[in-house]
């Protein structure tokens, strides 16, 4: 049981996939004596929902060990095509409004919706993955040094390439991404001067589809495997399981994202075709969050995780990357350069 000096905060009626959100209302003081605190970690999906064997996966894996370690109850919520910023900020109101702290939007399109409920219910702690834009006392900026990873990645795409050409695909043509990319393709010409990098982007914005379609991510890497890449490194989310699949079809290597993707259970007919995967610990991000708040001591402010702190890091759940010690070598070399501040590594 939570403590009784966590009773919190305030909204609206909650929503799932199925079900159109109520109408919030109300303010933090009016809910206050509604609800107690007995219940913990809520997190609101970004594009794609659970199950995109990547970012939300994450996330959700970061709930499920605070639901586990703290006995309290849990909630999480899916997004609904085509929703608008004031959706996403009632779904955290509603969140927030049950009792549910922290409250946590997954992913950077969650920015307008937890600044504004932040303001609304200053007793709830509110988390974001991948913006560090929201500076509110209660909220929690939680991002990652993409780049970091994905340089590791490029190395580990430099070294395994036979045909000096590998793939980038980026889900959206946004910052974020311009990071994964950046990184990859420095690790890679670091690496090996003479590979080159072709890279591509599946949409402009996020409701294009970018993160959501295992379609374009497969047409994008078939493009790049004509002109012979061997190697293709997705940044996309649930696309990126096209880009898998696509290589696993055309027997090259695929890395894969955010999640170790070769222990994925519906990628597990590809998972030989996945070289490594580019890491970064939402999981961690997310519970460490939720034992703040338990703790009683809510971190706030940018909260970032790297190499040096082990949030970002390479899978080695493939037997043929991991036994291979000439690659391990480069890639523990790199490491340690990036994190000595021999290497900067490029974040655009």
């Not at 997954?106 to 932040?118: E, M, Q, T």
């Not at 982007?201 to 294009?208: G, H, P, V």
Request: hydrophobic share 35%; proline share 2%; net charge negative.
């Amino acid at each position: 049981m939570r403590r009784i000096s966590r009773i919190t905060v305030a909204g609206a009626a909650t929503a799932s996939l199925a079900l159109a959100l109520s109408a919030c209302g109300g303010t933090s003081s009016e809910s206050s004596s509604e609800s107690k605190g007995d219940k913990g970690l809520a997190i609101a999906y970004d594009v794609g929902g659970k199950g995109d064997q990547s970012f939300n996966d994450a996330a959700y894996a970061g709930l499920e060990q605070a639901k586990k370690e703290f006995g309290y109850e849990t909630q999480d919520v899916e997004p609904t095509e085509g929703e608008t910023d004031a959706d996403k900020q009632q779904r955290l109101e509603s969140l927030a409004k049950q009792g549910y702290n922290p409250v946590v939007g997954v992913g950077y399109a969650y920015a307008a919706a937890v600044k504004g409920a932040s303001e609304k219910f200053p007793d709830t702690t509110f988390g974001i993955v991948d913006d560090s834009t929201v500076e509110a006392e209660n909220v929690a900026d939680l991002v990652f040094s993409e780049e970091e990873a994905s340089y590791l990645a490029g190395v580990a795409a430099a070294k395994s390439t036979e045909s000096n050409v590998v793939g980038f695909v980026g889900g959206v043509d946004i910052p974020l991404i311009h990071k994964f990319e950046a990184g990859f393709e420095q690790g890679v010409t670091d690496t090996n001067p003479k590979a080159k990098v072709l890279s591509q982007y599946l949409t402009q914005t996020a409701e294009e589809g970018g993160f959501s379609s295992p379609d374009k991510g497969k047409t994008a890497a078939e493009g790049q495997i004509e002109k012979k890449a061997d190697v293709v490194y997705a940044a996309a989310g649930l696309s990126g399981q096209g880009v898998i699949e696509a290589a696993a079809a055309n027997k090259v290597w695929a890395i894969g994202v955010d999640s170790d993707q070769y222990r994925q259970e519906a990628l597990a007919k590809y998972k030989d075709s996945i070289l490594t995967s580019a890491m970064k610990d939402v999981a961690k991000a997310v519970y460490n969050l939720a034992k703040s708040v338990e703790d009683g001591k809510p971190e706030t402010g940018i909260v970032r995780g790297d190499l040096k702190t082990g949030e970002v890091s390479l899978s080695n759940s493939n037997p043929k990357f991991a036994d291979d010690a000439e690659l391990q070598e480069a890639i523990e070399t790199a490491k340690e350069k990036i994190i000595k501040g021999e290497i900067k590594v490029k974040s655009s």
